[in-house]
């Protein structure tokens, strides 16, 4: 009995192996249009959706309650974005800044007056560098703040 259970969840966790590789394909031609970085993070989320389906339908067929591990799940999110906000507020703002593309790499620009030439631009952040000083400016801070961009007209 306890070998059949431990074959079901192998082949469950192949499949969820085998699906999200190819729903990862899917999602990156897809999403083409949008920048890599959005793209790579929207790509590993929804591997970590699948992941976690086959976890529940795992633990499924070891006969685990899942209304418990629901709720559970439950109170242990609402905990971990609390602990996480101002994360998940510079992720949020990172997409929004990825999507609406205010500026780019090389442009001039002036953030709660500090000015510098945009190096990257990822998800969490803005690297600019000024006088041989790179500042790392949170995606929040972006998104919240007046930008002057010197190198876009």
């Not at 082949?11 to 249009?33: D, E, H, M, N």
Request: charged share 20%.
């Amino acid at each position: 009995m306890e070998v059949t259970k431990i074959v079901y969840t192998a082949a469950v966790f192949l499949f969820a192996f085998i699906i999200s590789r190819l729903c990862g394909r899917i999602v990156s031609k897809v999403l083409r249009p949008l920048p890599k970085e959005l793209r790579k993070r929207l790509s590993s989320a929804q591997a970590y959706v699948i992941y976690l389906l086959a976890v529940f339908v795992a633990l499924k067929v070891w006969d685990v309650d899942l209304g418990s591990v629901l709720l559970s799940l439950g109170a242990f999110s609402i905990a971990v974005s609390f602990a996480t906000k101002n994360t998940i507020e510079n992720f949020v703002s990172g997409i929004l800044i990825l999507l609406d593309r205010p500026f780019k790499v090389g442009d001039e620009i002036e953030v709660k007056g500090v000015k510098g030439k945009v190096e990257k631009i990822t998800v969490r952040y803005t690297v600019i560098s000024s006088e041989n000083t790179k500042i790392f400016i949170p995606s929040k801070t972006i998104a919240n703040e007046i930008v002057k961009n010197h190198g876009r007209v």
